[in-house]
């Protein structure tokens, strides 16, 4: 079965300031892998995928995310993080089943 | 506007009602998902279809939900005899073969 990891449950950056959420996937083979953001009361909206090929995605946003085979891990990056990029982000992974598996969020705050 | 979309956006029930979602996908995508979102938590899988063939259930989708994509375009989810355990976001996705998907805005369901 796969599963997604988010081990940060809430992150607080200020503005400017350069962010990392962790994003870590159990699968035997490898995964297609998602990061999605959703505002309050919102959808779900795509930042980037990966599906093969170069293991640096660039996303919207300014957003990047770094898949590593040897840590099973998809982390998102962000070099200087502005006050609407508060929201809720979520990794998730596209293994043997067509579904997306999620994980349990991680929710951004950003002080001015 | 051509996205996902979804109806109503919110709906309040009384417990024992039925109630019943609507998904418009994006037009040339074959595949549909619904997925389930309580507070806090990333979306749950429940039902997948590929044109109008239900593919796979979740086993979250008990005898009282019931989805359908009759014509192979929009589909409905219908739950019977709410209970407040159904409390949550329903979001509905679609995709093409082999891509991303795109999830509709959600309806928010709340049983009072």
């Known amino acids: 079965a796969q599963s997604v990891t988010q081990p940060d449950i809430h992150i607080t950056v200020s503005e400017g300031a350069s962010l990392e959420l962790r994003c870590n996937y159990s699968?035997?083979?490898?995964?297609?892998l998602f990061w999605y953001v959703q505002s309050p009361g919102q959808g779900l909206q795509l930042l980037l995928k990966y599906f093969s090929g170069d293991t640096l995605v660039q996303g919207i946003k300014g957003f990047e995310a770094e898949f590593k085979r040897s840590q099973s891990s998809f982390n998102l990056r962000k070099p200087s993080v502005h006050w609407s990029d508060a929201a809720e982000y979520f990794c998730a992974v596209e293994g043997g089943r067509r579904a997306l598996t999620f994980g349990s969020g991680t929710r951004l705050q950003v002080q001015p | 506007d051509t996205g996902v979309s979804q109806d109503p956006r919110h709906k309040i029930t009384k417990r024992g009602q039925n109630v019943t979602f609507r998904c418009d996908p994006i037009s040339e995508h074959n595949r549909l998902y619904w997925y389930r979102q309580t507070l806090g938590q990333g979306p749950e899988f429940l039902t997948y279809?590929?044109?109008?063939?239900?593919?796979?259930k979740s086993r979250l989708l008990s005898n009282r939900f019931s989805a359908e994509r009759p014509k192979g375009s929009f589909s409905t989810l219908e739950i019977q005899r709410t209970e407040q355990g159904d409390s949550a976001m329903y979001l509905c996705?679609?995709?093409?073969?082999?891509?991303?998907?795109?999830f509709g805005q959600g309806t928010r369901l709340t049983v009072v």
């Open positions: 996705a679609s995709s093409r073969r082999e891509s991303e998907a795109f």
């Open positions: 279809f590929q044109n109008e063939a239900q593919l796979e």
């Open positions: 699968y035997g083979a490898t995964p297609y």
